[in-house]
């Protein structure tokens, strides 16, 4: 009801404020209903925190400060310890696109301890008892209220990521959504796995670690057929080798492996001679492989060339 309503607004130029939002349900106006839930009230916590790349970091589409608990990073009640309610938080974004100039993140849970001794406030001798008399003229206070320890998360060191499959996929355009993301680590970067399982909870995607040389042998030169998409930090990313990506789903043969190889080919990531020379260059290490049949696997190859060279030619 309009008449019942107050606006919450936002003031111009205020970047970093918190706010409580209040509610009560009044039903005293409202005749020939029932009144139960009637006085209910209710609050929720209001931020405004204008930043890019903020910690802690947004998850599930909801962003909190983090604040003062007196519990263990399982969950277990700390002893000694008191519950202060402070809140901490920070903006990681140093203005520039991407987060290689970001600051670092910190871990949460942080490392909280109890209490520390108690101390006189005036001589600062030991007693026992907090809040009572002591000395001369003192209280009887705790010498450190309670520590809080946060400690940077590990930073990748120099290595790089290499996206396969649907990764590739979505990235380039010829598909709109993948099932999940897969990437080889090549060298594989410091801290990568920790970075792993965050993206992981906090994005609700699955990454797994496959590619081509999981199912064939590594194609000379794959390295250097990779596109290079950009580098961030210390982590180089590409695309792996579209000649070695075709090779392994024509060897595993689904359709949808199928439908990928030919688009991969309309889009020019691969010529159809050096798919040919690949696969020539690998054959002889196939034997590695037992779950591969080699003559199958190089009809497929053959089957595929001609199906594309077949279409060249009626489009011209």
Known sequence: LKANQIVVSAVTGVTDKSTKVSATVDMTNLPNVSFTGNNVSGSADLYIFLCANPWPTEVNGTWNPWVDKCTDGAGNPISGCINYNYKFYYCRDAGQPGTADDLPAVIDPALILGSSNLICSTDGSTCSTAGAACGTNGTCIWNVL??????????????????????????????????????????????????????????????????????????????????????????????????????????RGYNRDIDDVQAMYEQKLFSLEKLRDCFEAISSELIRFPSLNPEILRNRVEKFIERCESTSEREK
């Open 146 to 251: 309670k520590e809080s320890y946060f400690f940077r998360e590990a930073i990748p060191q120099a290595g790089c990521i290499y996206f396969t499959g649907g990764a590739s996929a979505l990235l380039i355009g010829w598909r709109s959504s993948t099932v999940d993301i897969d990437i080889r680590l090549d060298p594989e970067p410091l801290g990568i796995f920790q970075a792993i399982a965050k993206l992981k909870q906090e994005l609700d995607i699955n990454i797994e670690l496959a590619s081509p040389q999981d199912f064939l042998p590594p194609l000379p030169e794959w390295r250097d057929r990779s596109i290079f998409i950009g580098r961030y930090g210390e982590i180089s990313f590409y695309h792996y080798d579209f000649t070695a990506q075709a090779l392994a789903k024509i060897s």
